[in-house]
């Protein structure tokens, strides 16, 4: 099964979404994780609300530390646009950034429209893959 890694530095809003949005539209075809490379201590609570909002559940979600194990399973690595390239060596698989604001410390409605870039984003993969 092809597999696909979204990579932040906290994975605790952006790659969170994603994971959770690819594996929800992707219905077990392909499978997706997330990581970070400093991973915050909790999910973004404005994300866990977003994503609510669409009928997905994230509570359960914890940020996770990426490894090379993770980065040799993957088939792509995708960076969620927070500057990482310096600290990130997701490079080893085809990768692609996405450039997109960093949810923290942004209001629901800022959020949600970093929800929507990523689920256009996440639903163009799943056809490309």
């Given at each position: 099964m092809k597999k696909v890694l979204f990579v932040c530095i906290h994975n605790s809003g952006r790659s969170q979404m994603a994971e959770a949005l690819f594996n929800y539209l992707a219905k077990g075809q392909v499978l997706a994780l997330s990581a970070g490379t400093m991973p915050a201590d909790s999910i973004n609570l404005q994300a866990i609300e977003?994503?609510?909002?669409?009928?997905?559940?994230?509570?359960?979600?914890?940020?996770?530390?990426?490894?090379?194990?993770?980065i040799k399973n993957a088939n792509r690595a995708i960076?969620?646009?927070?500057?990482?390239?310096?600290?990130?060596?997701?490079?080893?698989?085809?990768t692609e950034d996405w450039g997109l604001d960093?949810?923290?410390?942004?209001?629901?409605?800022?959020?949600?429209?970093?929800?929507?870039?990523?689920?256009?984003?996440?639903?163009?993969?799943?056809?490309?893959?």
């Open positions: 977003a994503m609510a909002e669409m009928g997905i559940d994230i509570t359960g979600s914890k940020p996770k530390l990426m490894t090379m194990q993770m960076t969620m646009g927070c500057n990482v390239a310096e600290t990130c060596p997701a490079t080893f698989v085809p960093d949810p923290a410390g942004q209001p629901l409605e800022q959020v949600r429209r970093i929800r929507d870039q990523i689920e256009a984003k996440v639903k163009v993969l799943i056809q490309d893959l």
